[in-house]
């Protein structure tokens, strides 16, 4: 018995050095860079300006405090959530940070940090629409409700809708147009996306659930096994909430109505 814990623990002793060589936290010192996964169309999280390329929104912010943090320079790298899992998990990305949505599919894959965002489902829809004039004209049939393919708006939407019918868009651009051009009644999204839609385009109009539809919490996604990186991270997230940091940044880009406040 003393023989085989003697082996265990010495087993457990030449296991540590090797994860922390193997941990994304060894390789970004060794390498001087982080790179950040995001998706670049997302509004007040991290958007990319089509007109000057500039890149804002909360996780633009947080990413950077981050390399700050880490004492490295920072690479953004563009992913979606589509491409999500695949880019982490084939290590494009030390870290996805653009408020991704902690899902049951998602959390087999990927390991996710506190949760610092909490949204509802939202429906847009055009204001030139008689058909869809509150939240309860959406589920009826005859009625288009289109959702972006690796959104989380996906699967909820399947399960959900009984009565309409549900559409999938290969990109978040297709569900714009398609409800745009008459094809579709409504697309789904979140909070941070329908801000987008009503302060960039003329043509949205917002339709709200009267109560709680679904739900869901974001965070930051990185692969799994990889507890000396992930442990950084929450420490940084951690020290962010302290210091007011994480908070000032959802107040910047008017995200306190879905503020994870705990």
Same mark, same amino acid.
Request: glycine content about 4%.
């Given at each position: ?20 060589? +193997? $941990?994304?936290?060894?390789? #970004? /010192?060794?390498?001087?860079?982080? !790179?950040?996964?995001? %998706?670049? @169309? ?75 965002? +909490? $949204?509802?489902?939202?429906? #847009? /829809?055009?204001?030139?629409?008689? !058909?869809?004039?509150? %939240?309860? @004209? ?82 930051? /996604? ?41």
């Amino acid at each position: 018995m003393k023989r085989l814990l003697s082996f265990m623990a010495l087993a457990l002793t030449l296991a540590a050095p090797a994860q922390a060589q +193997s $941990s994304h936290l060894a390789r #970004i /010192a060794a390498r001087h860079e982080l !790179r950040v996964c995001i %998706w670049p @169309d997302y509004y007040s999280i991290s958007y990319r300006n089509p007109k000057t390329q500039q890149l804002s929104g909360i996780d633009i912010d947080m990413a950077q405090a981050l390399a700050a943090d880490l004492k490295v320079p920072l690479r953004f790298v563009d992913s979606s959530f589509a491409r999500l899992i695949d880019d982490v998990s084939q290590d494009q990305c030390d870290i996805a940070m653009f408020a991704i949505g902690i899902t049951a599919a998602r959390s087999e894959k990927l390991r996710f940090t506190r949760p610092y965002l +909490s $949204s509802d489902i939202y429906a #847009i /829809a055009s204001k030139s629409s008689r !058909r869809i004039r509150s %939240w309860d @004209d959406i589920d009826k049939p005859g009625v288009v409700v289109a959702v972006a393919k690796g959104t989380l708006h996906e699967p909820i939407m399947r399960e959900k809708l009984k009565q309409a019918t549900l559409l999938v868009t290969a990109t978040p651009q297709g569900r714009e147009e398609e409800v745009q051009s008459g094809r579709a009644d409504v697309f789904m999204t979140d909070f941070p996306f329908s801000r987008r839609m009503l302060e960039t385009t003329d043509w949205a109009r917002l339709v709200a659930p009267v109560s709680t539809y679904h739900m869901t919490s974001y965070a930051y /996604a990185m692969q799994k096994g990889d507890d000396p990186w992930f442990e950084r991270v929450e420490r940084f997230m951690a020290e962010s909430r302290r210091n007011g940091q994480l908070m000032a940044a959802i107040h910047r880009y008017k995200l306190d109505p879905i503020a994870v406040r705990d």
